[in-house]
């Protein structure tokens, strides 16, 4: 499925410029004239990515950053401008831009700027697992439980076999993984050990989140292998 690109200009010249090249890289394109707008059609999920302009009505490029940076912070954002001012383009980045091009601008650039903040965003969405209140950080080897209207708890760090286990369960919750499934994926199709280190992985996994309020399970189907249940 073809990535949503939210074009927010009231310039429609500068919207069918930015369509057009996005367009022929396989993106799809919707446009938004002012920030309100654009607020909308984010909350309608109908943006991936924003490419905003500052200058415009009811809501400038400004606001509406902050706005989707706040409501929607695995947005990546790319702010097109006249202004070049190292200022503005400070401002920006306070704000969570992602990226920043100055009118006039290469069309060809922008599409790759684009292309290359999807790439980005996909990367570390992957990276992070959530799993009813335990979130799972890949870049640390890491897993954080919420408690109920607290902060995140200290850090668990998981062994990195354990880790990658967990993670590869939680991507895929409701999934049954044979053991062979597991030892491919987790320990290479190459790994020459019994495939019942699986099983004490498992174990050693249910143990170190069996005394913590972990609204997730690890279910065993008999003659089958392994899934994970997330509670409601």
Same mark, same amino acid.
């Given at each position: 499925?073809?990535?949503? $690109?939210?074009? !927010? +200009?009231?310039?429609?010249? &500068? !919207?069918?410029?930015?369509?057009?090249? %996005?367009?022929?890289?396989?993106?799809?394109?919707?446009?938004?004239? +002012?920030?309100?707008?654009?607020?909308?059609?984010?909350?309608?999920?109908?943006?991936?990515?924003?490419?905003?302009? &500052?200058?415009? @009505?009811?809501? +400038?490029?400004?606001?509406?950053?902050?706005?989707?940076?706040?409501?929607? @912070?695995?947005? @990546?954002? %790319?702010?097109?401008?006249?202004?070049?001012?190292? /200022?503005?383009?400070?401002?920006?980045?306070?704000? /969570?831009?992602?990226? #920043?091009? !100055?009118?006039?601008?290469?069309?060809?650039?922008?599409?790759?700027?684009?292309?290359?903040?999807?790439?980005?965003?996909?990367?570390?969405?992957?990276?992070?697992?959530? =799993?009813?209140?335990?979130?799972?950080?890949?870049?640390? #080897?890491?897993?954080?439980?919420?408690?109920?209207?607290?902060?995140?708890?200290?850090? =668990?760090? %998981?062994?990195?076999?354990?880790?990658?286990? %967990?993670?590869?369960?939680?991507?895929?919750?409701?999934? &049954?993984?044979?053991?062979? +499934?597991?030892?491919?994926?987790?320990?290479?199709?190459?790994?020459?050990?019994?495939?019942?280190? !699986?099983? $004490?992985? =498992?174990?050693? &996994?249910?143990?170190?989140?069996?005394?913590?309020?972990?609204?997730?399970? =690890?279910?065993?189907?008999?003659?089958? /292998? #392994?899934?994970?249940? $997330?509670?409601?």
């Amino acid at each position: 499925m073809a990535a949503n $690109v939210l074009i !927010v +200009d009231d310039d429609p010249d &500068i !919207v069918e410029l930015m369509r057009f090249y %996005l367009q022929r890289e396989g993106l799809a394109v919707v446009s938004a004239a +002012d920030g309100l707008a654009a607020l909308e059609a984010a909350e309608q999920g109908k943006a991936d990515l924003a490419v905003i302009d &500052i200058m415009m @009505p009811r809501m +400038d490029g400004w606001a509406l950053c902050q706005r989707l940076k706040t409501e929607h @912070p695995d947005m @990546p954002v %790319l702010m097109v401008t006249a202004k070049g001012e190292t /200022g503005h383009k400070l401002k920006g980045f306070h704000l /969570g831009a992602d990226d #920043y091009l !100055v009118k006039p601008f290469e069309p060809l650039e922008l599409a790759a700027r684009v292309k290359s903040l999807l790439r980005r965003y996909r990367i570390q969405s992957q990276m992070k697992v959530q =799993i009813g209140n335990v979130l799972l950080d890949k870049h640390r #080897y890491v897993a954080f439980v919420e408690g109920e209207g607290e902060a995140p708890s200290p850090p =668990i760090s %998981l062994p990195l076999r354990e880790f990658d286990l %967990l993670f590869k369960l939680a991507s895929h919750p409701g999934h &049954i993984f044979t053991r062979n +499934d597991l030892i491919e994926q987790v320990w290479g199709a190459d790994f020459e050990g019994d495939d019942r280190t !699986v099983d $004490v992985h =498992i174990k050693r &996994i249910r143990d170190r989140f069996a005394e913590l309020d972990c609204r997730f399970s =690890i279910e065993t189907k008999r003659g089958l /292998g #392994y899934k994970l249940e $997330v509670a409601e």
